[in-house]
Every structure is written in structure tokens, then in C-alpha cells.
């Protein structure tokens, strides 16, 4: 089982970014497809929710509808990193955030829930102040 450590989360005020990242203890030039990476929120007393995520082998991106146009998922392979690059960001974007990993195709624009991901991180917290 692979190992993910996220690091990037912090306070911000409202209209503020911040960068996650998320380490994979995977070389990803090992990688050539059947491999998606996502990220996931959790508040208090709410269900952990997708964020967003991306297939390794086609590139495709996925993002919550709460989130879109504001945030970016990307990967910096010779790091073997995750990011999630947050833009704007609105108090009920405070959470903790997790990354998560699957050795399977992402599909096709549809959200994933936690159960398609076995692996995760430790997770990083995220708060935004208006």
C-alpha cells in the first residue's frame, strides 16, 4: 500500500489561495495508466466529499460543481505530487483535506465517493475566515 502525505493547509481570509500538496510514496514513472488521484473534504458533522480529481492515464479532471472555476488538480510527476491549487476561496471551503489514490481508471466525468479510494493521506486543514 502506497503512502500519501498532504501538507499545504493553512488559515486564509476569504478571496485568499492556498496550495495542497500531496506526496506519493510512488514513483509515478512507474505509472502509465489505471491510476486516479483525487482530493476529498471533510467539515464536522458532514460527510467527506470529493473535491475533485484526475486520471494519471488521460489526463481527465473532474471538479465539484462548488469548486469549479476556483481550484485546479494537477500533478508534478517528477515530484511524484499531487496539488490542488485553491483560488477564491470562500469560508465554507474550510475543511480538512484529504488526497486519495486508486489503481483503477477515474471514469468519465461522474463523481467518486471514498469507498473507490483505498489509500489516503493523513490530511491537511483548511480555514477560511470571512
Known amino acids: 500500500q502506497e503512502q500519501l502525505e498532504e501538507s499545504g493547509g493553512g488559515s486564509v481570509q476569504a478571496g485568499g489561495s492556498l496550495t495542497l500538496s500531496c506526496v506519493v510514496s510512488?514513483?509515478?514513472?512507474?505509472?502509465?495508466?489505471?491510476?486516479?488521484m483525487g482530493w476529498f473534504r471533510q467539515s464536522p458533522e458532514k460527510e467527506r466529499e470529493e473535491v475533485a480529481h484526475i486520471d494519471f492515464g488521460t489526463r481527465n479532471t473532474y471538479y465539484a460543481d462548488s469548486v469549479k472555476g476556483r481550484f485546479t488538480i494537477s500533478t508534478d510527476n517528477n515530484k511524484n505530487t499531487l496539488y490542488l491549487q485553491m483560488n477564491n476561496l470562500e469560508p465554507a471551503d474550510g475543511a480538512m483535506y484529504y488526497c486519495?489514490?486508486?489503481?483503477?481508471?477515474?471514469?468519465?466525468?461522474?463523481?467518486?465517493?471514498?469507498?473507490?479510494?483505498?489509500?489516503w493521506g493523513q490530511g491537511t486543514q483548511v480555514t477560511v475566515s470571512s
Open positions: 486519495a489514490t486508486a489503481w483503477r481508471p477515474c471514469g468519465s466525468g461522474y463523481p467518486l465517493t471514498p469507498t473507490n479510494f483505498p489509500a
Open positions: 510512488r514513483s509515478f514513472s512507474s505509472i502509465y495508466t489505471d491510476y486516479c
